[in-house]
């Protein structure tokens, strides 16, 4: 393994210049490379305005915005862009033909060891890198908008991987703070994005149907159930809802819940009349905060909840 | 408005302790009075040791800790619970008929202006106090378990309530700390247990189907998606997904979330071998901590979080 580790990022968009900052930020020798070379340098230089902005926040020492700096290079071609990474992530538009020329070409130019990741949310990996000769090591990391925030990624390996192989990439995630989840088979929206649209799927139907408002909704999730998935999933909560554990609760209130299941709502038309009814309340309920300052918001008090748990005992 | 103001704990298990805490803690004079005066007792046993370990993990000043100790009175009956009382919390058996019967009580013995709440998580107020002279001044206000540590509280008032009665009792939910919200008409599970259902619901047919296991989709929630659920709702995360806002994002992505929405899968059956199947994989999760650590950590985590929530600009 090189020293200091190097992790290449392909595609210096919103995703990629996220993921420089996670590699940047744990130590990695961190190479952009974008088929636009501007693009590249637009991406280092936000990612340099957010290291002054972490340490003007105390999310960060100065002495370690200073290592984050000095970690990233901008290369204008991709071979030197690959030399020596053991890890490349790929962030790309969201295109079969497009990803499988570039996996192509990484697999064609990386080194032989490397990890070769693709940040798709809706494609196989054995569609992207099944005709690869080197495909056994390329990999689905998903990663949640932006990854510098939230740490988990989805991994979908081929069929064919090894499971050595898979497990390096997972430790390589976690090594740089990460927390990989291992996803068996392709599935449309792989774990994350399945569990959202099933409770946003119900979300809008109890608005749509007047049982209540979307600042109601909300509030029942960020000051409500919301707060105990920041600190345990769905079965980590059932598991804490009965003093006697998971199987008590479960057999207590299965059927409460079939009942429940059954009788939540259709899949809801996603046309102009439904787009404006909860974008009108949306608006009323954010006020004058502009969408810039609410992400601000968001992704800074996530990094504290992050602190926060890493503070305690067990839990990112 | 008596002052102090005084509220009244009626039935004081689990959950009924747990408000009772909450109002102490918000500097009322809190009544506790349960049919069986030993539990009520215990009921005062529990919240003294809760507040003595608070001021121990400086959640509470030592100062705050006596204010609350000295604010809690176990009456041993209802009429002198109820004297003087401005809101009133029932939080005994779910059971419709001893509920009818307690409230008809409450509302002959109570003061004129007091707030009648029942914590129930299924029934109707109209099927519980429907029949009351005082119908009018009666709630559900269904807490989250345990109501000292998340703040909503699901808000039913009966059709009949006027607009300045609805929002007294919303008014005094909010003046001792917790996040009333409005359910707009009866619904079973009302929000918070249809949003919880909807996930609950794809996380088991995630398990089940073999995508993933029960460690990967948990912690997806406590690691991904939880993480913003702890700070915004589903329509406050849709609306900071896309820099132009909900509009766009919707209109992006509303054709691949109706694919996924429709993809979903069917309520699971709550029988022995799922749970088994399930809770095997929980056991492997949790390790050697015990349930109680378990829900410990996870109240301990969530009151910090929610300090954190309420030392930036908003939020709860």
């Given at each position: 393994m090189p020293?200091?580790?190097?992790?290449?990022?392909?595609?210096?968009?919103?995703i990629?210049?996220?993921?420089a900052l996670?590699f940047?930020r744990a130590?990695?020798?961190?190479r952009?490379?974008?088929a636009?070379a501007?693009?590249?340098?637009r991406?280092?230089?936000?990612?340099?305005?957010?290291?002054?902005l972490?340490?003007q926040?105390?999310?960060?020492?100065?002495?370690?915005g200073?290592?984050?700096?000095?970690?990233v290079?901008?290369c204008r071609d991709?071979?030197?862009?690959?030399r020596?990474a053991?890890?490349?992530?790929?962030?790309?538009?969201?295109n079969?033909?497009?990803k499988?020329r570039?996996?192509a070409?990484?697999?064609?130019?990386?080194e032989?060891?490397?990890?070769?990741?693709?940040?798709?949310?809706?494609l196989?990996i054995?569609?992207?890198?099944?005709?690869c000769?080197?495909?056994?090591?390329?990999f689905?990391?998903h990663p949640v908008?932006?990854?510098?925030v939230?740490?988990?990624?989805e991994?979908?390996?081929?069929?064919?991987?090894a499971?050595?192989?898979?497990?390096?990439?997972?430790?390589f995630?976690?090594?740089?703070?990460q927390?990989?989840?291992?996803?068996?088979h392709y599935v449309v929206?792989?774990?994350l994005?399945?569990?959202?649209?099933?409770?946003?799927k119900?979300?809008?139907?109890?608005?749509l149907?007047?049982v209540a408002?979307?600042?109601?909704?909300?509030a029942?999730?960020r000051d409500?159930v919301g707060l105990?998935?920041a600190v345990?999933g769905?079965f980590?909560?059932?598991?804490t809802?009965a003093?006697e554990?998971i199987?008590h609760?479960?057999?207590r209130?299965g059927?409460a819940?079939?009942?429940?299941?059954?009788?939540?709502?259709?899949?809801?038309?996603?046309?102009?009349?439904?787009i404006?009814?909860?974008a009108?309340e949306?608006?009323?309920?954010t006020?004058?905060?502009s969408?810039?300052?609410?992400?601000?918001?968001?992704?800074?008090?996530?990094?504290?909840?992050?602190?926060?748990?890493?503070e305690?005992?067990r839990g990112v």
């Amino acid at each position: 393994m090189p020293n200091p580790r190097i992790a290449t990022v392909i595609g210096t968009g919103t995703i990629g210049r996220s993921w420089a900052l996670v590699f940047a930020r744990a130590g990695c020798e961190t190479r952009l490379y974008d088929a636009s070379a501007p693009q590249a340098d637009r991406a280092k230089d936000w990612l340099l305005k957010n290291v002054t902005l972490a340490v003007q926040e105390r999310l960060m020492t100065s002495e370690e915005g200073m290592v984050v700096e000095q970690c990233v290079v901008v290369c204008r071609d991709l071979g030197s862009a690959l030399r020596g990474a053991e890890y490349v992530q790929e962030s790309g538009p969201e295109n079969l033909e497009a990803k499988q020329r570039m996996f192509a070409e990484l697999d064609r130019l990386a080194e032989r060891e490397a990890i070769l990741a693709t940040s798709t949310s809706t494609l196989d990996i054995s569609a992207i890198a099944g005709g690869c000769p080197g495909g056994h090591r390329c990999f689905v990391a998903h990663p949640v908008n932006p990854p510098h925030v939230i740490p988990v990624v989805e991994v979908l390996a081929m069929p064919s991987a090894a499971e050595a192989q898979i497990k390096r990439a997972c430790a390589f995630l976690s090594s740089v703070g990460q927390s990989p989840v291992l996803v068996n088979h392709y599935v449309v929206g792989f774990i994350l994005n399945r569990l959202q649209a099933a409770l946003v799927k119900e979300a809008i139907n109890i608005v749509l149907s007047g049982v209540a408002d979307v600042n109601a909704v909300d509030a029942t999730v960020r000051d409500g159930v919301g707060l105990r998935w920041a600190v345990m999933g769905p079965f980590g909560v059932a598991n804490t809802n009965a003093d006697e554990g998971i199987r008590h609760y479960y057999r207590r209130y299965g059927s409460a819940y079939i009942a429940l299941m059954n009788d939540l709502g259709p899949t809801p038309a996603f046309d102009e009349a439904m787009i404006e009814a909860v974008a009108a309340e949306v608006d009323q309920m954010t006020g004058s905060e502009s969408t810039a300052d609410q992400q601000h918001r968001r992704d800074q008090l996530i990094l504290r909840i992050r602190q926060l748990k890493r503070e305690t005992s067990r839990g990112v």
